[in-house]
């Protein structure tokens, strides 16, 4: 006899801008799932922890064990709104919603002045490539999520993608005028006089080293504070990144030079 295959109970619907997918169980709304670093993540509203699988498949059929034992949302929840709002305010200066490394700030920092030179505006900090980032078009004022993973181009091309941008932004031929215009904007030496960032070589390791140091040694309060040089926005945010990248490859060199002579 042919083995008798079991229904799918659940039903995984259109992701929302922000990354969620709503899940249904017997037609009950339950909850959503969501991909984040490779993790698939299962929310059911009311319960304190998202459940953590390895597939999205796993995390829906997650939803369907929780109806069954009983723990079901009653108003259930789907994918969170999306918000203009910025989650990070200029006072915490954009900080990456990731593990506070020097390598993480380090591509903050970088994508962020990919961003200027493409004419986008981050309103969160740097979520991972894959993820979707808050921003907002500096060629006409839209906000919504975009992929980093789309915008820095494939296998090192830079070319971003949709060519468009997005729906109801200026036509296409219009682009190269206005990033004409946005690039006026930016300089290759800081003119911030709130405080100075990072624009030559010897800063960038002094900023590279005393940051690795902090880490390290666990000053959290003034690794921050040299993350807010890395990241706060600039005029100089190109040049910034460029001199970071520098400096912390100079680094790295040395570290593995000091290993290998050990």
Known sequence: MEEQKTAVRYVIGKHAANGYYPVTVDGIPTGTIHRRHKVWYATVPGTVNDARFTNRL?????????????IRPKVPAQAPAATDAPTHTPATFLLPDLRLTVANLLRAAEAMARLAQLGWAPLEGYPGADQPWLLRCRLCGWTGHRFWSHLRGRNGDMVPRPAHRHDGCVPISEFPAGLRALAVERTRTCPCASRPHPTTFGD?????????SDLSTGNRARALALAAVMLEPCPATVRRAEELRAAYTMREKVVKDSRRRA
């Open 58 to 70: 796993d995390a829906a059929e997650y939803h369907v064990h929780m109806y069954d034992l009983g």
């Open 204 to 212: 960038a390791v002094d900023v590279i080293n005393g940051l690795s």
